[in-house]
């Protein structure tokens, strides 16, 4: 009990208060709802009549017979993908490029984070008039007639770009951030033992980036399984545009809920989450050690 | 869904959730039904138009005070279900048939059967039905509706002598001399998912009639038969003459290209007629969905009803059974379709002489119709429509040549959901 002496009653009673408030403000408002959701998964309910219990049952009609599951899952990882693997390190590019302190670069940098202000709703309704098949600039400007948005094997592709544009702005103002946090001296040592601009950046500045590394990429994860806003804009996310989050609302809000079939979508977004989550946590705390 | 909802996006989210679980009742406000002499109205008519009609309507009630709170038209239809176990106002508007069945059954709704005692001269048969759950009470209080029609620009079918079909054959011919003429034959938009319904709903009682219809509808058929495979087939041999790029487009871009005189016909709602400029109304006229099996004719429309019941908490029953029979009223209905010429009155007592053209045409179009459906989302279980019917027929619109397998998905989710 040696590290005990050191709190006096008052530290402790601080220090329950404290822990306390957070603990059961975690719990009630984060693990209560999620843990209600795992157990609402296991059932069939309209929020009306008592929950019917079926087991796993949501869960093979979910894989077996939800015609939208699997697309929204292949959707939610190709999201992921472009954000993780096109659109940030595009934001990483606009950021090194701005950072050598071009002409009008205040410009181009308000001219990149603009979109960042904007809702992705808003980015989603943009979307519609440049993308629209009728009335949208694209078909007007080059004389096309292809539903963009319509067509479900090539929508996605023309919102995933939408979400990036914004996503861009964001990850550029970090960067610009840290690479301006950057001690001018590594560059210049590393220019005295003869390395070029490239290697500078990528054996130099890229690893001094990493804390700034770590925050883009769980804002990438993030924004990429919560992306609803966008396509539930442009078509309620529907027809090539599915995502779980849709999906979830779809299911649980509305007139009749199929609570339970909600639920257990809402599951498996918690599970993907809670594994990227975990893989994060995990890599953080090795390297503390 | 099933009626015009320009305001559909948005507002959702915020509502679902920070008003739960009292949601529509105009989040933040005291619940509704306070003391005597009030009845609250919990409204979904958010457009400018019927917002206005049920407004003045009310104004002309000489009973208790009534307050109205108007909620989003979406907002107001995806809370429902937390909206009438909450606290719910005295008297919500809502739809027939299917779903209002539904919540009469849960027992969410009064019993407003001795209202239909004093009303029921003032209605048909057809509606009373409509109005009557399955313990052969009524719940509901029909207000006013729309049919379901094709609709054409006087001016451009009469500058090119075409005239309305009458069988499914005359109608894929005109499609063709229209296609030669440079038109987009029927107008076609599914962007928001559920129009299309109005051309499976169509097909389907053109092909297989009523009963099999609301069969079908309520889970009793199976989704594999080959009578249904007919309406689709049926459907994808018109689908050439529908407007490309359906998925891409809302109904008002299509309805607007109808006026445009773009294209030659478009099978949707009266409310159509909202897309039109006050003055180019009288160009805008409709026939019905022309013959396919003989067996039928042309004996069943879509007429989706919109009306008033009474929440089961309701606090001033009374105030708001009184409310009921004023909305009842013929001169109350006259009011609504004065004001929006998308509209028609229930009531058999109201005064059509003040109808324009188009609402006559709608009237008689009714009155000739020997079955009434309320439209696939109306008729059928609101979960089933909206997960399962929307994602569906925009993949048949999308991929029409995967008539099998769809069919076979639609059937085995059919199952889960009605079990």
Not at chain 2, 29 to 38: C, L, N
Request: glycine share 10%.
């Amino acid at each position: 009990m040696a590290p005990n002496r050191r709190y006096s009653a008052g530290d402790r009673a601080v220090i329950a208060v404290g822990l306390g408030l957070a603990v059961a403000l975690e719990l009630a408002l984060i693990w209560g709802p999620a843990l209600a959701s795992v157990a609402l998964s296991g059932t069939d309910w309209d929020g009306i009549e008592r929950p019917r219990w079926i087991g796993g049952g949501n869960y093979a009609d979910l894989a077996a017979e939800y015609p939208p599951f699997w697309p929204a899952v292949r959707n939610n990882l190709l999201w992921l993908g472009f954000l993780a693997l096109i659109a940030a390190p595009f934001g990483l590019l606009c950021a090194v490029l701005l950072d050598r302190r071009l002409r009008l670069s205040r410009v181009y940098q308000n001219a990149l984070y603009l979109p960042v202000v904007l809702s992705l709703a808003v980015v989603g309704f943009i979307a519609q008039l440049v993308f629209s098949a009728d009335y949208g600039v694209l078909n007007a400007v080059t004389g096309l007639t292809t539903d963009w948005l319509g067509d479900s094997s090539i929508n996605l592709w023309v919102v995933m770009p939408a979400a990036g544009w914004r996503h861009t702005g964001y990850v550029m103002i970090i960067y610009l951030a840290g690479l301006k946090s950057v001690d001018p001296a590594l560059k210049e040592a590393a220019a005295i033992d003869g390395a070029g601009e490239g290697q500078t950046f990528f054996k130099v500045v890229f690893p001094a980036l990493r804390p700034v590394n770590v925050i883009v990429l769980v804002i990438t994860v993030i924004e990429a399984l919560r992306a609803f806003d966008i396509v539930y804009a442009i078509n309620k996310g529907r027809n090539g545009l599915e995502l779980l989050s849709v999906l979830v609302t779809e299911n649980i809000v509305g007139e009749a809920a199929r609570i339970g079939f909600g639920s257990a979508i809402a599951v498996i977004l918690l599970v993907i989450s809670t594994g990227f989550i975990v893989v994060y946590l995990s890599q953080i705390f090795r390297e503390d050690r | 869904m099933g009626q015009p909802m320009i305001t559909r996006r948005g507002a959702l989210l915020g509502a679902a959730a920070f008003c739960v679980p009292a949601a529509p009742a105009g989040c933040g406000g005291p619940p509704g039904g306070s003391g005597a002499g009030t009845v609250t109205v919990g409204s979904n008519a958010s457009d400018a138009v019927p917002k206005k009609a049920l407004q003045q309507v009310v104004d002309g009630f000489g009973g208790a005070t009534v307050r109205i709170d108007t909620v989003d038209h979406n907002t107001f239809q995806e809370n429902i279900n937390r909206y009438l176990r909450g606290t719910p106002d005295d008297v919500f508007t809502w739809f027939s048939g299917y779903r209002m069945r539904f919540f009469a059954e849960q027992g969410l709704a009064t019993d407003v059967s001795d209202v239909w005692r004093r009303i029921g001269g003032d209605y048909t048969p057809a509606l009373k039905a409509a109005s009557s759950a399955a313990d052969g009470r009524q719940y509901f209080v029909p207000f006013t509706y729309y049919p379901w029609a094709v609709f054409y620009r006087k001016s451009v079918w009469a500058d090119r002598d075409y005239r309305p079909p009458k069988t499914l054959d005359e109608l894929t011919a005109l499609a063709g001399r229209m296609k030669r003429d440079g038109l987009i034959p029927i107008g076609f938009a599914d962007k928001d998912g559920w129009p299309a319904m109005g051309t499976f709903d169509i097909l389907n009682m053109r092909l297989n009639g009523y009963d099999f219809h609301i069969s079908l509808m309520s889970g009793k058929e199976s989704w594999t038969d080959r009578r249904v495979k007919a309406v689709f087939d049926t459907w994808r041999g018109l689908l050439t003459h529908h407007q490309p790029a359906a998925l891409g487009r809302t109904w008002q871009e299509a309805a607007q290209s109808l006026a445009r005189g773009q294209t030659g016909m478009y099978l949707l709602g009266m409310f159509v007629a909202q897309q039109f400029p006050p003055r180019e109304l009288d160009d805008l006229d409709l026939f019905t969905f022309p013959e396919i099996n003989p067996k039928y004719g042309t004996d069943a429309i879509d007429a989706p009803i919109d009306g008033y019941m009474i929440s089961a908490k309701a606090r001033n029953v009374e105030g708001a059974k009184a409310l009921l029979e004023h909305l009842a009223a013929a001169s109350s209905q006259n009011i609504a379709t004065e004001l929006d010429p998308g509209t028609l009155a229930c009531s058999a007592k109201a005064d059509t002489r003040g109808y324009t053209p188009l609402q006559q045409r709608g009237a008689d179009l009714v009155s000739g119709a020997r079955h009434i459906a309320q439209f696939l989302d109306r008729d059928t279980r609101p979960d089933f429509a909206s997960t399962v019917m929307i994602p569906a027929l925009q993949r048949f619109i999308g991929r029409p040549d995967d008539i099998d397998a769809l069919l076979r998905d639609i059937e085995a989710q059919k199952t889960n959901i009605f079990r």
